[in-house]
């Protein structure tokens, strides 16, 4: 079976509650992380230097939002 996932855009006014270890400049977009049953599983930060990072962590970046939403999916399963 498979699993749809969506990406949504979080407005900017709402980043300052989900970004952890983040300043705002740095962040080129926030985007949020839907699973099949509509809930939000968690969070991509994509940086200026475009790396993204899953639940406003920097201690790990991926190279690629595919990547992220990736290993976010897994963490959530």
Known sequence: ???????????????STLLQGFQ??????LLAVYGPD???I?????????KYYINGQPNVNYASLQAAAGALIKGKS
């Open 42 to 50: 968690g969070s991509i930060c994509e940086s200026m230097d475009e």
């Open 24 to 29: 705002p400049d740095n962040v080129k977009q």
């Open 38 to 40: 509509g809930l939000v």
């Open 1 to 15: 079976m498979d699993e749809t996932i969506k990406i949504r855009s979080v407005d900017r006014s709402e980043w």
